[in-house]
T-cell receptor
Framework: AQSVTQPDIHITVSEGASLELRCNYSYGATPYLFWYVQSPGQGLQLLLK??????LVQGIKGFEAEFKRSQSSFNLRKPSVHWSDAAEYFCAVGPGDMRFGAGTRLTVKP | ETGVTQTPRHLVMGMTNKKSLKCEQH?????MYWYKQSAKKPLELMFV???????ENNSVPSRFSPECPNSSHLFLHLHTLQPEDSALYLCASSSFGNSYNSPLHFGNGTRLTVT
């Protein structure tokens, strides 16, 4: 069965600094990969998705992610973090029952 | 406006109560889901409905009973819950069922506290 590991429970970055959130997946075939963001008191919002084709995918709010099959990874990046990016981020793998990681909480320092 | 509306936002209930959570989607989707979100744990898929038919039930205790009267509405009926059932319950919908690549659209959740 597929699974997702997000190695970092909590990350703190300064506003304006770059960001990379790690995601490793386990899936027997070509995966469908997703990143979601959850702000306090809210549901999850889709940031971006990868199904096939170009391994670098662009999402909303200036985020991007790169699929690396050889490393079973789908890391999320942003060149310059804004205070409003503080939230919890979830990586997920499908198809089938979509499996989510445990999440990475992002804190942004002024 | 998320397109997926959940009510109530907060619910406190005793272990002997019966209550229901409601979810409504305005996106024209055909699949709806219930997830449980507990602190420090991955989201747990509870139930999946495709075209009103239940297709998944991931070993959820019978004290949770789903109902999907049509493709736009989903309920979760609760009875004789345990304190460990306290969590955020998220409803989601997608264009097609979970065998396909359609992303999930989530509601804002119901924060349930069992006393």
């Amino acid at each position: 069965a597929q699974s997702v590991t997000q190695p970092d429970i909590h990350i703190t970055v300064s506003e304006g600094a770059s960001l990379e959130l790690r995601c490793n997946y386990s899936y027997g075939a070509t995966p469908y990969l997703f990143w979601y963001v959850q702000s306090p008191g809210q549901g999850l919002q889709l940031l971006l998705k990868y199904f096939s084709g170009d391994t670098l995918v662009q999402g909303i709010k200036g985020f991007e992610a790169e699929f690396k099959r050889s490393q079973s990874s789908f890391n999320l990046r942003k060149p310059s973090v804004h205070w409003s990016d503080a939230a919890e981020y979830f990586c997920a793998v499908g198809p089938g029952d979509m499996r989510f990681g445990a999440g990475t909480r992002l804190t942004v320092k002024p | 406006e998320t397109g997926v509306t959940q009510t109530p936002r907060h619910l406190v209930m005793g272990m002997t109560n019966k209550k229901s959570l409601k979810c409504e989607q305005h996106l024209g989707h055909n699949a709806m889901y219930w997830y449980k979100q507990s602190a420090k744990k991955p989201l747990e898929l509870m139930f999946v409905y495709n075209f009103k038919e239940q297709t998944e039930n991931n070993s959820v205790p019978s004290r949770f009973s789903p109902e999907c009267p049509n493709s736009s509405h989903l309920f979760l009926h609760l009875h004789t819950l345990q304190p460990e059932d306290s969590a955020l319950y998220l409803c989601a919908s997608s264009s097609f069922g979970n065998s396909y690549n359609s992303p999930l659209h989530f509601g804002n959740g119901t924060r349930l506290t069992v006393t």
